[in-house]
């Protein structure tokens, strides 16, 4: 993916993010609220929003690659979208929300599950952290950045996803450290080998006002 360099290490609408999905954080937040567990996220055929205040993460590399997504309720078909995966060894996000617009054609309504962690002095934390990100908005700062690695060659962050999206000879970033201010971002599906969600609260309604932004 393309980037651009503003003022040394510091860039606009640079796609790293790290944030789950809303509607599987909502089937199991209870557990990752009390606990770090294992946690693997998306929505059916749909991209979810999210907003951080800051996120800091240590050992990040991003690379591209493919995911596939269901388009029916019924599992059945299935496209191809070109996502930025972004990993961090770990990662720690202040002031988390993450929303989703779900349409439900019997009862013709839309309907939006709001989930906020990370707002009551403890940082939502995540370890070996992958995000499949389509989009994203935020003031970031980088430290020991390499731009321009092989995805083979990459020597920071979780290792390469193992799913055959990713081409062996493609273009990669890494750095030691990254921070990210008032992230906004949209992403296809999250990974995490640990997610800890402290303070977390979910809603679930028909205000448009629910989605993060």
């Given at each position: 993916?393309?980037?651009?360099?503003?003022?040394?290490?510091?860039?606009?609408?640079?796609?790293?993010?790290?944030?789950?999905?809303?509607?599987?954080?909502?089937?199991?937040?209870?557990?990752?609220?009390?606990?770090?567990?294992?946690?693997?996220?998306?929505?059916?055929?749909?991209?979810?929003?999210?907003?951080?205040?800051?996120?800091h993460g240590e050992g990040f590399a991003q690379y591209g690659g493919i995911d596939t997504v269901y388009t029916s309720t019924e599992g059945k078909k299935k496209t191809q979208v070109p996502v930025a995966i972004s990993s961090f060894d770990d990662a720690t996000l202040t002031n988390m929300c993450?929303?989703?617009?779900?349409?439900?054609?019997?009862?013709?309504?839309?309907?939006?599950?709001?989930?906020?962690?990370?707002?009551?002095?403890?940082?939502?934390?995540?370890?070996?952290?992958?995000?499949?990100?389509?989009?994203?908005?935020?003031?970031?700062?980088?430290?020991?950045?390499?731009?321009?690695?092989?995805?083979?060659?990459?020597?920071?962050?979780?290792?390469?996803?193992?799913?055959?999206?990713?081409?062996?000879?493609?273009?990669?970033?890494?750095?030691?450290?990254?921070?990210?201010?008032?992230?906004?971002?949209?992403?296809?599906?999250?990974?995490?080998?640990?997610?800890?969600?402290?303070?977390?609260?979910?809603?679930?309604?028909?205000?448009?006002?629910?989605?993060?932004?």
């Amino acid at each position: 993916m393309e980037s651009r360099v503003r003022g040394g290490t510091r860039w606009k609408r640079f796609a790293v993010v790290m944030v789950p999905s809303v509607a599987a954080a909502a089937a199991v937040g209870v557990g990752l609220a009390q606990g770090a567990l294992a946690a693997s996220f998306s929505v059916s055929g749909q991209q979810f929003k999210v907003t951080v205040d800051h996120l800091h993460g240590e050992g990040f590399a991003q690379y591209g690659g493919i995911d596939t997504v269901y388009t029916s309720t019924e599992g059945k078909k299935k496209t191809q979208v070109p996502v930025a995966i972004s990993s961090f060894d770990d990662a720690t996000l202040t002031n988390m929300c993450q929303s989703v617009k779900t349409e439900i054609p019997v009862l013709n309504k839309t309907f939006y599950l709001r989930l906020e962690a990370g707002n009551k002095g403890k940082a939502v934390e995540a370890k070996n952290l992958y995000i499949d990100v389509a989009q994203l908005d935020a003031d970031a700062e980088f430290k020991n950045i390499d731009i321009g690695v092989a995805v083979q060659d990459k020597t920071r962050g979780p290792a390469v996803k193992d799913d055959k999206t990713t081409q062996p000879g493609g273009f990669a970033q890494q750095a030691e450290t990254a921070d990210l201010y008032g992230v906004e971002q949209t992403a296809w599906a999250t990974t995490a080998g640990t997610f800890k969600l402290s303070g977390l609260s979910m809603k679930l309604g028909a205000d448009p006002k629910m989605e993060c932004y």
